[in-house]
């Protein structure tokens, strides 16, 4: 379990004794933060002119402004992170499904490869038959062009 922190900040010319398990830097920079809160409100005479039960409710008031634009802040960045997130789930589908389809393309692009083959030989084939049915026919000689073969009546 975490350590429990005493730390003495200075808000505002008095010091206070802060506790908690946040570090003691922390601690310090939240005094600073208050510190600086309070000084910017200095500034302004009308702050200046108001009891101190006004002003102190006046820094609250400027505390929970700070608050609540920087959780709307942080809410906007958490909403586009989500965002970020649905955009990067889809697209990593997308992916995924496009690289099924090209292992499938592949696939099929050999199956008609392996099948071009096959033709490409089964032409050949039929080639080099015909061909040799058409070297014998040629070479045959007319049935009455030979003088053996005839005979005289």
């Given at each position: 379990?975490?350590?429990?922190n005493?730390?003495?900040?200075?808000?505002?010319?008095?010091?206070?004794?802060?506790?908690?398990?946040?570090?003691?830097?922390?601690?310090?920079?939240?005094?600073s933060?208050?510190?600086?809160?309070?000084?910017?409100?200095k500034?302004?005479?009308?702050?200046?002119?108001?009891?101190?039960?006004?002003?102190?409710?006046?820094?609250?008031?400027n505390?929970?402004?700070?608050y609540?634009?920087?959780?709307?802040?942080?809410?906007s960045?958490?909403?586009?992170?989500?965002?970020?997130?649905?955009?990067?789930?889809?697209?990593?589908?997308?992916?995924i499904?496009?690289q099924?389809?090209?292992?499938?393309?592949?696939?099929?692009?050999?199956?008609?490869?392996?099948?071009?083959?096959?033709l490409e030989?089964?032409?050949?084939?039929?080639?080099?038959?015909?061909?040799?049915?058409?070297?014998?026919?040629?070479?045959?000689?007319p049935?009455?062009?030979?003088?053996?073969?005839?005979?005289?009546?």
């Open positions: 379990m975490a350590t429990k005493d730390t003495e900040v200075i808000i505002n010319g008095k010091i206070y004794t802060l506790s908690g398990y946040e570090s003691e830097e922390y601690l310090q920079k939240v005094a933060y208050i510190n600086n809160k309070i000084t910017v409100l500034q302004d005479d009308g702050y200046r002119r108001q009891s101190t039960d006004v002003q102190r409710t006046l820094l609250e008031l505390i929970a402004d700070d609540f634009k920087a959780k709307k802040q942080a809410d960045i958490d909403n586009d992170l989500e965002s970020k997130d649905k955009q990067l789930y889809d697209v990593k589908h997308e992916l499904a496009a099924i389809k090209n292992e499938s393309l592949e696939k099929e692009a050999d199956s008609l490869k392996e099948k071009v083959n096959e030989k089964t032409i050949i084939r039929l080639e080099t038959e015909l061909a040799e049915k058409s070297k014998p026919a040629s070479r045959k000689k049935a009455n062009s030979s003088s053996e073969d005839s005979v005289n009546v």
